[in-house]
C-alpha cells in the first residue's frame, strides 16, 4: 500500500531564489512548509549569478526597469518589498556589499553568502527542504493539492509554483511552471529567451571578424516612439564569435523579435554636435576614404573602425552623402538571425499571465490556493539585480498571503 502523504500547509515547488525566500517568510509566520526542487542542491543560479558574486538587487528599482504584457502588474508587489528590505536582511547576516555600477550591488566575496541566508531563513522557520523530488505531479481535491514526486508524497491547502523559466536547462530549468498553468487553466504569454546574445548571419557574419572587439555603445530594438518606447542602454557591446553580446545587447536582446533590426549609436561618447565624420567637415579637408578611416580611427576601436571603413564609407563625399553615412554609424542597424536561446538565456520574457494572478498575494484569481511567483510569472527585469529583486518582492507577497 502507498504510504500516505505527509501533510502541510503549504507545498513550495522549486527551491530557487523566489522558492527559498517564500518558504521562509510562509514558515516563520508559523506555517508547516515543504519545500521540493528536482536537483541535488538548491539555489543553483543564486550560485551562478553575477560571476558568481551575485547582483542580489539594484538600488534603482523603478518598475520601468520590467517588462510585462501588463506594465502595472509587479507595482505593488515591488513596493511592499523594496531593495532596502533585502539589503537589511543581507546586512543582518554581515554579508559585505558593494556597488559596482548603475546601482547593481553584488557580494564582495561568495553568492554563497546569499544562499546560506536564504537557508538560515528557511531553518528559522523550520521549512523541510526535499532535494531530488523528480517527476512532480500535482493533483486538486477538495482538500487542497496532492504532489506526488519520487521523493514522496505531500499534500497541503495551498501550492507555490516558483519553478523559474526555462533559461539554463542544464541547471536544471523546465517547463513545469507551464504545464502546471495549462493544468490549472492559467494563461501563458509565450515564454522567449530574454538577455541573450543575439546571432548574425548573411552579409552580417561578417562582424563576427572582430570577435573580441567590446566597445561602449547605446543600443535599443522595438518602437522609437509611442505610448511605450523601447529602452535605450548606454553599455557595452562585444562582438562574438557568434554575433552580438555584451551587456547593452543582452538587454536590448529583451524587448528584441524576430525581423526586427537592433538599433546601435556607435559613438555614444561623443560631445552633442560632435560628429564621427568632423575631421572631413573641416575647411579644406581631404575628404577620401583615407581620411574616413582616419576619422573612425580616431573615436573608435581600431578593428571596428577598419571594418566600418570597409563597410560604411559614403556613397559620394558631398556634405549629404557624408550626413547619411553619420546617421548610419550613430544608427546602425543590426537583422538578427535569431538568438542563442534558452542555453544561453540569462531569464525568459513571458510566462504566467499576469492577468490571472492577484497582484498583491499572486494568488491564481481562478484557482484558489495556487500561488505562482518569481520567473515563471510574466514579470521580466532588466539587466543588474531586478529579476532576483522581483523573486525575493513576489515571494515575500506571496509569503505573506499563505
Ligand atoms: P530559479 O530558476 O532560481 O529557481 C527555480 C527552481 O525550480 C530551481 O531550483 C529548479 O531546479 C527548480 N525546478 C525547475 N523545474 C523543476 C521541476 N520540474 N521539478 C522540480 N523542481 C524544478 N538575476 C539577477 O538579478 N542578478 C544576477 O546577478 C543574475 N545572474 C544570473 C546569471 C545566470 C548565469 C543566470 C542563468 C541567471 C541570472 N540571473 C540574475 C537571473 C536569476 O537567476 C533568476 O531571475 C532567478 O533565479 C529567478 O528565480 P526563480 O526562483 O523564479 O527561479
Request: hydrophobic share 40%; glycine share 8%; charged share 20%.
Amino acid at each position: 500500500m502507498p504510504s500516505p502523504p505527509r501533510v502541510y500547509d503549504v507545498v513550495i515547488l522549486g527551491a530557487g531564489a523566489a522558492g527559498l525566500m517564500c518558504a521562509a517568510v510562509a514558515a516563520q509566520r508559523g506555517r508547516r512548509v515543504v519545500l521540493l526542487d528536482h536537483n541535488a542542491q538548491p539555489g543553483r543560479k543564486i550560485l551562478i549569478s553575477g560571476g558568481g558574486r551575485c547582483n542580489f538587487t539594484n538600488i534603482h528599482c523603478t518598475p520601468d526597469r520590467f517588462l510585462s504584457a501588463n506594465p502595472h502588474f509587479a507595482k505593488s508587489a515591488l513596493a511592499l518589498y523594496t531593495p532596502q528590505h533585502f539589503l537589511e536582511l543581507v546586512n543582518r547576516y554581515r554579508i559585505p556589499w558593494h556597488e559596482k555600477t548603475l546601482g547593481q550591488l553584488f557580494c564582495d566575496h561568495s553568492s554563497r553568502a546569499i544562499l546560506d541566508m536564504l537557508l538560515a531563513e528557511c531553518e528559522r522557520g523550520r521549512t523541510d527542504i526535499v532535494l531530488n523530488a523528480r517527476n512532480i505531479q500535482v493533483d486538486r481535491s477538495s482538500d487542497g493539492y496532492h504532489v506526488s514526486s519520487l521523493a514522496g508524497d505531500f499534500a497541503a491547502h495551498a501550492l507555490v509554483i516558483a519553478t523559474g523559466g526555462l533559461s539554463i536547462p542544464k541547471l536544471g530549468a523546465t517547463g513545469l511552471a507551464y504545464d502546471l498553468a495549462r493544468q490549472f487553466g492559467l494563461r501563458i504569454i509565450e515564454p522567449r529567451p530574454a538577455l541573450v546574445p543575439l546571432v548574425l548571419g548573411g552579409d552580417e557574419a561578417r562582424w563576427t571578424e572582430l570577435t573580441g572587439v567590446s566597445t561602449e555603445v547605446v543600443a535599443w530594438s522595438g518602437p522609437a516612439q509611442g505610448r511605450r518606447p523601447a529602452p535605450r542602454f548606454r553599455e557595452k557591446m562585444l562582438l562574438t564569435h557568434r554575433g552580438l553580446s555584451g551587456p547593452a545587447i543582452l538587454q536590448a536582446s529583451s524587448y528584441w523579435r524576430p525581423d526586427e533590426p537592433v538599433h546601435v549609436d556607435l559613438a555614444p561618447a561623443l560631445a552633442p554636435g560632435t560628429k564621427l565624420i568632423q575631421p572631413l567637415l573641416r575647411p579644406r579637408a581631404r575628404r577620401d576614404e583615407t581620411s574616413f578611416r582616419q576619422a573612425l580611427r580616431a573615436a573608435l576601436p581600431q578593428r571596428l573602425a577598419n571594418h566600418l571603413a570597409d563597410i560604411a564609407a559614403p556613397a559620394g563625399w558631398s556634405n549629404a552623402a557624408l550626413d547619411t553615412a553619420e546617421c548610419n554609424l550613430r544608427d546602425w542597424q543590426f537583422h538578427p538571425v535569431g538568438t542563442e536561446g534558452f542555453e544561453k538565456a540569462e531569464v525568459t520574457a513571458g510566462g504566467i499571465n499576469t492577468d490571472d494572478l492577484n497582484t498583491r498575494t499572486m494568488e491564481a484569481r481562478s484557482v484558489p490556493g495556487i500561488f505562482v511567483i518569481g520567473e515563471a510569472v510574466d514579470v521580466t527585469g532588466h539587466l543588474g539585480g531586478f529579476n532576483f529583486q522581483w523573486a525575493w518582492a513576489s515571494a515575500v507577497a506571496a509569503g505573506n498571503a499563505l
